[in-house]
C-alpha cells in the first residue's frame, strides 16, 4: 500500500485543489482525506506493508490522458515502437495515451486495432487505446467497419494528417460516429489551400522565403466540420488547433450546441512562427506553429473552455529524417517526455495558466469525452496517478530519452518540474525519471 503525506492534490473531478493524504491499494485510489493518523492507516492496510511518501511541496494528481500520440508501431518502428513510446508516456506522466491511427499499414481494420492494444498490453506501461482510421487506408473515400474496430478495442477514428478532403464523406463519418458514440477527430487541414507549405503563411514565413500554410487552410476545414457536426448531430474532436479564427469558430458552435470539443499543442502554446530558424526542424510542425496573436488566441481559449484539451501530438522521427534541410525534413515534435515540464515552466510558472486548468484539461477533460476510466482520484478509481515535483530538474539529453526519436527544441536545456513518481493501476512505473 502506498501512503502519499501531506502532497497537494489536483482532482478537478471532485474540486479538490487543497494539501491531502493519498492511500492506495490494490490498484485503485482507496482515500482522499485531508488528515490522516498512522492508525488510521495500518488499519487500512490489513496487514500489508506501507510505504510512506513525503509529498511536502509536490503535487499529486490524475495521470495524464494523451489523445493525441504517434506510436508509429507498426511500419515505422525506427521512429517508435509502442513499447518505447509507453516507456516515454510514463516518464512524462501520462497514464493512458490514443494512439493515433496513421501507422505503416494504417489501423483501418479490427485486426489492426487488437494488435496496438495488445502490444500496449505487453508493454505494460499506460494504457494503450488504439484510434482507427475513419476510412480504408486513410484515402479519404471509402468508410471503416467502426463499429467492428469497436468491438475489437478502437477508441475513436481519425484520419490524422490526411484530412478527408470529401466533405460528403465527413458527414457520413460523423453520421456513423453516432452509431458507436465516438468522436471523430479532424485534423484539419484543406489540402488544396496548404499546398506544398512549410510553415505559417506571414511575416516570418516571408522573411525565410519558406513556402507558407495559411491559416485558412485549417480554418476553413474548422468552419466546414462544424457545419457538418451540427446538421448530423455527430460527436466531433477537433484536434491540434493553431489559430485564433479556429478559436473564434469553435467558440461560435459551442454557444449553438455543437457537440464539438478541440484540443490545442503544447508548442502551439508555447513558440510561435516568428521563432523558427531555417535549422529548427523540430519546430517543423503540422499544423504549423501560428502568429503571436494565435498563441494568445489559444492560451485564452483553452483558459476559458472553449478548448478543452491539452495534447502533445508527439510525432517522433528519425535524426536523419530531421537533419535534413527544413524544406524536406518531416512534419512532427517529440513531446511526450518534456510537454508537462514545459507546459509548467513556460505557461504556469508565468501565471498564464493554473495547474489546476493543464490537469483537467488533460486528464479528466479526455477522459469524459473518449469515454475513458481515469482522470480521477475519487476513492475507488483505478490508481493511475502522478507526483509532480516543480524543483526537479533535468537536462534534457539524448541518452536519458525513452522515447527513439530525439526531435524535441529542448534538447540539451535544462528544464525544472517533472513527474518524479507515476502509477499505472497502482503500480509504480516510474520514479525519479527512470522507468521501473
Ligand atoms: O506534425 C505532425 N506530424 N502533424 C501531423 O498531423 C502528423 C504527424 C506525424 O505523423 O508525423
Ligand atoms: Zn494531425
Known amino acids: 500500500m502506498w501512503w502519499l503525506k501531506d502532497v497537494w492534490v489536483i482532482d478537478p473531478s471532485q474540486k479538490i485543489s487543497a494539501p491531502r493524504h493519498v492511500l492506495i491499494k490494490d490498484g485503485i485510489v482507496l482515500d482522499v482525506s485531508a488528515s490522516m493518523t498512522e492508525e488510521e492507516v495500518l488499519s487500512k492496510a490489513q496487514g500489508e506493508a506501507v510505504e510512506e511518501i513525503d509529498g511536502k511541496g509536490k503535487f499529486a494528481f490524475p495521470g495524464l490522458i494523451d489523445v493525441h500520440t504517434h506510436l508509429r508501431e507498426p511500419g515505422q518502428e525506427d521512429k517508435e515502437d509502442i513499447l518505447s513510446g509507453s516507456r516515454a508516456a510514463v516518464r512524462g506522466g501520462f497514464t493512458t495515451i490514443l494512439a493515433m491511427a496513421n501507422t505503416l499499414p494504417p489501423i483501418d481494420n479490427r485486426a489492426l486495432v487488437e494488435f496496438v492494444r495488445r502490444q500496449g498490453e505487453r508493454a505494460g506501461y499506460a494504457h494503450i487505446l488504439p484510434i482507427g482510421t475513419v476510412t480504408k487506408g486513410m484515402q479519404g473515400s471509402e468508410l471503416v467497419e467502426m463499429a467492428d474496430m469497436k468491438a475489437g478495442g478502437a477508441a475513436a477514428f481519425s484520419d490524422d494528417g490526411k484530412n478527408i478532403q470529401n466533405a460528403e464523406v465527413m458527414r457520413l463519418a460523423l453520421e456513423y460516429a453516432k452509431i458507436t458514440g465516438f468522436p471523430i477527430i479532424s485534423h484539419c487541414e484543406d489540402k488544396n489551400l496548404a499546398g506544398e507549405g512549410l510553415m505559417r503563411r506571414g511575416v516570418a514565413s516571408g522573411r525565410m522565403g519558406l513556402k507558407g500554410i495559411p491559416a485558412s487552410a485549417e480554418s476553413v476545414i474548422v468552419a466546414r466540420d462544424l457545419i457538418l457536426a451540427e446538421e448530423t448531430g455527430g460527436k466531433l474532436h477537433l484536434a491540434h488547433i493553431s489559430s485564433a479564427e479556429s478559436v473564434e469558430l469553435i467558440r461560435r458552435a459551442k454557444a449553438k450546441g455543437v457537440d464539438v470539443t478541440a484540443e490545442v499543442n503544447p508548442h502551439h502554446l508555447i513558440f510561435c512562427d516568428e521563432e523558427i530558424g531555417i535549422t529548427d ?55 511526450l517526455e518534456t510537454a508537462l515540464s514545459a507546459v509548467w515552466q513556460y505557461l504556469v510558472l508565468p ?8 490537469i483537467e484539461a488533460w486528464s479528466l477533460s479526455p477522459a469524459r469525452r473518449f469515454g475513458q476510466q481515469g482522470g480521477t482520484l475519487k476513492p475507488g478509481a483505478v ?21 527513439k526519436a530525439r526531435n524535441t527544441p529542448f534538447l540539451g536545456k535544462t528544464m525544472e ?20
Open 281 to 335: 526542424t523540430a519546430l517543423k510542425v503540422n499544423p504549423p506553429l501560428g502568429s503571436q496573436a494565435d498563441r494568445e488566441a489559444l492560451i485564452e481559449g483553452l483558459r476559458d473552455g472553449i478548448i478543452d484539451m491539452i495534447a502533445t501530438d508527439h510525432a517522433p522521427h528519425t535524426q536523419a529524417e530531421k537533419a535534413r534541410p527544413f524544406a524536406e525534413a518531416p512534419f512532427g515534435i517529440n513531446a
Open 351 to 358: 501565471g498564464r495558466l493554473s495547474l489546476d486548468r493543464v
Open 417 to 436: 518540474g517533472f513527474p518524479v513518481m507515476v502509477w499505472v493501476e497502482g503500480r509504480l512505473v516510474q520514479r525519479d525519471r527512470t522507468v521501473i
Open 383 to 403: 490508481a493511475d496517478m502522478v507526483l509532480f515535483d516543480p524543483d526537479f530538474s533535468e537536462v534534457i539529453e539524448p541518452a536519458k530519452l525513452a522515447s
